[in-house]
């Protein structure tokens, strides 16, 4: 069974190493994240440095076996790793984008994701969904990654944003389920608990919009609502992906970074992977990024692949997620 096809990888540098080679060669590969800064030379040093460069290693990333996907976080503002500096298109934050004009809007969003479908990406970490209940948020409000504190004016900005990126060909995904916009910590330094943040129509806004969206993913966060599982966070859960999955039997569900501190105190990066995958995740967002873990995947790959032969997973759920993967290949690789 090709189980690299639930692996969305990342790894440092300009060129395709070794070992993702190796990797999609031996299991497959379901895609491939890229960033312009490193967190561990704290430069931004690391896959992109102009726009032919990166047509070059798209291409390049295309052609490994499997033919994995490209995603890239390109939401606007402080969180876009096309930055117009190294000439790529601008695109404000998600709450300057809510202040602009209709036209502006469109004129915006239809460049960019024109762009990025030039240079050969495939997926687009966006929109943000969350709603913007705590200005205060270090991960969202603060930084304005949410459009609105108004969720009609996040569904009316997420609903454009899927309509011109499907006349792209770029595909979308919603994040981060079931909405941090409440939390008051990092999700990179630790787990957050937004048991008492949790709203119901925020839930519900993944539910009605995700099947609308071209592409049709959602992010899942490392967020802990204890009134759906005490015990786990929301990437761990099965009680908490079972309701997602439930009102979603057809979305493509992927982990928001397994790398994030929380995950690496609890459980680490290769037993956090498999049990991701067990409680109902489809696709693991491992992005080398926040740790070099690079030479580890391959050994990551073969533990989840040992547990199809001992039946501590099952086969038919790991199928079920790689015909999901490939759908979205086929959606959206030309």
């Known amino acids: 069974m090709p189980i690299g096809e639930l692996f969305?990888?990342?790894?440092?540098?300009?060129?395709?190493?070794?070992?993702?080679?190796?990797?999609?060669?031996?299991?497959?590969?379901?895609?491939?994240?890229?960033?312009?800064?490193?967190?561990?030379?704290?430069?931004?040093?690391?896959?992109?440095?102009?726009?032919?460069?990166l047509r070059g290693l798209c291409e390049q990333i295309s052609r490994l076996p499997s033919g994995p996907m490209v995603f890239i976080d390109q939401e606007g503002g402080l969180v876009r790793r096309l930055k117009e500096g190294l000439g790529f298109k601008p695109l404000p934050s998600a709450r300057e984008f809510n202040r602009l004009a209709a036209a502006e809007k469109r004129k915006t969003l239809a460049a960019s994701f024109a762009e990025m479908r030039q240079l050969g990406i495939h997926y687009d970490f966006a929109p943000v969904i969350d709603v913007d209940y705590n200005p205060d948020n270090p991960n969202i409000g603060k930084i304005k990654r949410a459009f609105s504190a108004d969720i009609g004016e996040v569904e009316a900005n997420a609903l454009l944003m899927s309509e011109i990126a499907r006349e792209a060909g770029i595909g979308l995904?919603?994040?981060?389920?079931?909405?941090?916009?409440?939390?008051?910590?990092?999700?990179h330094q630790e787990f957050?608990?937004?048991?008492?943040?949790?709203?119901?129509?925020?839930?519900?806004?993944?539910y009605s919009l995700a099947p609308k969206m071209f592409g049709d993913a959602v992010l899942v966060s490392h967020a802990i609502v204890r009134q759906w599982d005490p015990n786990h966070p929301m990437t761990l859960s099965?009680?908490?992906?079972?309701?997602?999955?439930?009102?979603?039997?057809?979305?493509?569900?992927?982990?928001?970074?397994?790398q994030m501190e929380g995950l690496q105190k609890a459980l680490g990066t290769r037993e956090a992977s498999l049990r991701s995958l067990r409680a109902g995740m489809d696709m693991l967002c491992i992005g080398n990024n926040l740790l070099d873990q690079e030479q580890e995947m391959a050994g990551v790959a073969a533990y989840i692949q040992q547990s199809l032969h001992d039946g501590t997973w099952g086969v038919s759920a790991a199928e079920a997620s790689i015909e999901r993967v490939r759908k979205r290949k086929a959606l959206l690789i030309a």
């Open 173 to 187: 995904c919603l994040k981060h389920f079931p909405g941090i916009g409440g939390a008051v910590v990092d999700s």
């Open 8 to 53: 969305i990888l990342g790894f440092f540098g300009k060129v395709i190493p070794e070992w993702l080679k190796q990797f999609a060669a031996r299991y497959g590969l379901g895609g491939v994240i890229l960033f312009d800064y490193s967190c561990q030379t704290r430069q931004y040093d690391n896959n992109i440095e102009s726009p032919e460069q």
């Open 192 to 206: 957050m608990d937004i048991s008492d943040a949790m709203r119901p129509e925020q839930e519900a806004l993944f």
């Open 238 to 258: 099965p009680a908490g992906l079972g309701r997602l999955r439930q009102r979603l039997p057809d979305t493509l569900l992927i982990t928001d970074d397994m």
